[in-house]
């Protein structure tokens, strides 16, 4: 019997995986406690059971970022114990320095599934199916192959009943 096609899973960091917040506040990544700055609600928990229910060591992290920003997101994901939490493999980060290059690694990965913030950022990931706007990011209404979630407990109940 053949095992079921289980899907490769992309997520963003910033809005997918560590809470946005203005330059103002305390814990504004972009301030100087940015390791104070606290997960998305609810992330690490979805992630650890995308990982863990379905697509296993095919979960991975996909972020445009300068090259400081990296630095500090990944001392971040250090600090917040992400990969203890959540099962995914340091070796499974991923960057960029612009968002339209996201495209590139996806395909590169075989991504079948990906979780951003960024509705310019899903419309350049023609290749992946199934591709998720996390948040109340915009009033624009998602184009076709581009699913609008409010939570990542409504992310991870949708990924895991979407096909691969």
Not at 24 to 43: E, M, Q
Not at 58 to 70: I, P, Q, R, W
Not at 115 to 120: A, G, Q, R, S
Request: charged letters at 30%.
């Amino acid at each position: 019997m053949m095992e079921p096609v289980k899907g490769r899973l992309g997520v963003d960091i910033g809005g997918g995986i560590i809470q946005r917040s203005d330059e103002s506040d305390d814990t504004s990544f972009w301030g100087d406690n940015y390791l104070a700055t606290p997960a998305v609600p609810g992330a690490f928990e979805a992630l650890r059971q995308l990982r863990d229910g379905r697509f296993g060591a095919d979960l991975f992290v996909v972020s445009k970022s300068g090259a400081y920003t990296e630095w500090r997101a990944r001392e971040w994901l250090e600090h917040h114990g992400f990969h203890e939490q959540t099962g995914v493999p340091r070796d499974n980060i991923r960057f960029c320095r612009r968002r339209e290059e996201k495209a590139g690694i996806a395909r590169e990965l075989g991504l079948t599934h990906f979780v951003d913030d960024h509705l310019e950022v899903l419309r350049h990931l023609d290749d992946v199916p199934h591709r998720y706007l996390l948040g109340p990011s915009s009033d624009e209404e998602p184009p076709i192959g581009v699913r609008r979630v409010e939570s990542w407990q409504e992310a991870a109940r949708a990924i895991f009943i979407d096909g691969a």
